[in-house]
């Protein structure tokens, strides 16, 4: 059984599977009720209000030129036209925009705060040396471009949209920052004869025309270690297709309203992708903000370099807990406590063998108080059983885990 019909089964009962189902007149209605919005917060409301539906009569292998004209295809009918990346261009008054660009012209702390907290995150899971290359694709407002070069990377920003590129260059004079801004789509990329540390996607990627053909063209504009950050991107492990157009309010709005490609992608299928061009990818996932979502490709043989160590703590919200209190880097727990002492990550890793280490110090708890388990595949399988936790006298606790592909269960079925 091919990769598409495996996942079709998997999907038949939760989804509508009539392409009847998804009527244009339908979306047209929707888009009327939209117009009633009286702010940018009334708006992404209204989004949430459209009911998904898919048409799940797919061919059935997702990498083939069969199933991409099914995508593209739709994308006609909603649009109302053939896709062309001239689709994505868009107007402002870039003056204006200087002063106070998206987000902070529409005044809102939610949405303010989390494009701040998700910029953030994407400089941290990155941790580039100083001095690194960036290639980041699709700007748009240039807040990422502007906080990178201000941290002394060498960045250089490519857009379709000049407006946008107009706009970077702008604050990045009126901030006396050295900003390479192009215009250019992301077939640039083949154009390019530089190698960089890391090529960056933020909430752009899934407007590419050929995704497959972007991901094929990575190894070679990449510096020995290099990686490629997909960063609040619709990638993830419920889209119900390997990939497609997105059918919630706000991607019908902007297929519908503005003729932008708005895809989606199932991280199993993104994952093989980024596998048959020799990449590995790791998720991360923060615990602020729902744009605070992270996923780092290398190719396979510098992760095997980089991976050997990879770390968890409490303090910066990738482990969490029910008792005690945060401590520096640490989690100090009373013997008076009762609860879950830490539990996490929630992590993506590639399948193979790992040695899980946990450290303890000052351990004044009764030997019999601590149990532990290791879940994975979505907490469907456990590693090790639940079971006591006797903590050496040294306080360090050295396991060996291994992980097989999602589709593989191995373990115990709990």
């Known amino acids: 059984m091919c990769f598409c019909d495996t996942w079709l089964e998997t999907y038949k009962v939760q989804l509508m599977t009539s392409s009847s ?47 991409r004209a099914t995508q593209f295809a739709l994308y006609e009918r909603l649009a109302g036209k053939p896709y062309t990346p001239a689709n994505e261009v868009s107007g402002f008054d870039v003056a204006e925009m200087a002063i106070s660009p998206f987000p902070y012209h529409h005044q809102s702390s939610d949405l303010v705060g989390e494009q701040l907290m998700a910029i953030g995150y994407i400089i941290k899971v990155m941790a580039l040396p100083p001095g690194a290359r960036i290639l980041e694709f699709g700007p748009g407002w240039g807040n990422t471009t502007l906080a990178l070069a201000k941290m002394g990377y060498q ?52 407007h590419a025309q050929d995704h497959i053909k972007l991901i094929s063209a990575f190894d070679r504009v990449l510096r020995p270690d290099g990686l490629v950050c997909f960063a609040a991107e619709p990638i993830n492990e419920t889209f119900p297709l390997p990939w497609g157009l997105r059918m919630d309010g706000q991607s019908v709005w902007a297929i519908r309203k503005n003729g932008w490609l708005e895809l989606g992608f199932n991280l199993k299928y993104f994952s093989e992708a980024l596998r048959r061009n020799g990449f590995i990818c790791t998720r991360h996932k923060g615990a602020d903000s729902p744009l605070s979502s992270v996923l780092l490709a290398r190719r ?60 303890f110090s000052n351990i004044d708890i009764p030997a019999d108080s601590l149990s532990w388990d290791i879940v994975t ?38």
């Open 300 to 359: 396979k043989a510098d992760f095997e370099r980089v991976r050997k160590v990879l770390r968890y703590r409490h303090a910066d919200g990738t482990l969490f807990h029910q008792c005690g209190v945060i401590k520096g880097d640490s989690l100090a727990v009373s013997p008076e406590d009762r609860g879950v002492v830490s539990f996490g990550p929630y992590a993506h890793l590639p399948s193979g063998s790992y040695e899980l280490t946990i450290r």
């Open 155 to 206: 960045v250089t920003a490519v857009d379709i949209e000049k407006n946008f590129v107009d706009l970077i260059r702008r604050r990045a004079e009126m901030e006396g920052l050295n900003i390479d801004a192009r215009v250019g789509d992301f077939s640039l990329i083949d154009a390019l004869d530089d190698q960089f540390d890391a090529v960056l996607f933020f909430e752009c990627f899934h």
């Open 377 to 414: 595949n979505k907490a469907r399988w456990f590693l090790i059983e639940p079971e006591r936790l006797n903590v050496p006298s040294d306080g360090v606790i050295k396991q060996t885990v291994s992980l097989y592909p999602s589709g593989e269960g191995r373990g115990v079925k709990r």
């Open 21 to 67: 189902d998804i009527l244009v007149a339908e979306i047209d209605r929707f888009l009327e009720i939209l117009e009633s919005a009286q702010d940018d917060r009334e708006l992404r409301a209204l989004f949430d209000t459209f009911e998904e539906k898919y048409d799940l009569n797919l061919p059935s292998d997702p990498f083939s030129d069969h199933y």
